[in-house]
Nanobody
């Protein structure tokens, strides 16, 4: 079993930045591929970014490429999402997810564990 706890959400103005963190416990962290997803009210949960077990490979949704950066610290059992140049339409609950199978994936159904989410609100 894996527990994931997100933090770092909040209110930010358009064009601003936030850094989300997700702390994991319950399983060897370096054995997990990780991802960030987001869900706005009335919309499906959508892929944001993913990172491989080692952190050597990353994968982004086209909409966030060049603005968001996913990273991980296997020594601290934590994955991060640095978000820059935020837009109002990116207001959502952001979720951290982990998968036991190797490799990255953009499909939420292929992740085994989820955090409770952290709210990000971008004001115009």
């Amino acid at each position: 079993q894996v527990q994931l706890v997100e933090s770092g959400g909040g209110l930010v103005q358009a064009g601003g930045s936030l850094r989300l963190s997700c702390a994991a416990s319950g399983r060897t962290f370096s054995s997990l591929a990780l991802g960030w997803f987001r869900q706005a009210p009335g919309k499906e949960r959508g892929f944001v970014a993913a990172i491989s077990r080692s952190g050597g490979s990353t994968y982004y949704a086209d909409s966030v490429k060049g603005r968001f950066t996913i990273s991980r610290d296997n020594g601290k059992n934590t994955v991060y999402l640095q978000m820059n140049s935020l837009k109002p339409e990116e207001t959502a609950v952001y979720y951290c997810a982990a998968r036991v199978a190797p490799g990255m994936d953009s499909r939420p159904q292929w992740y085994d564990y989820w955090g409770q989410g952290t709210q990000v609100t971008v004001s115009s």
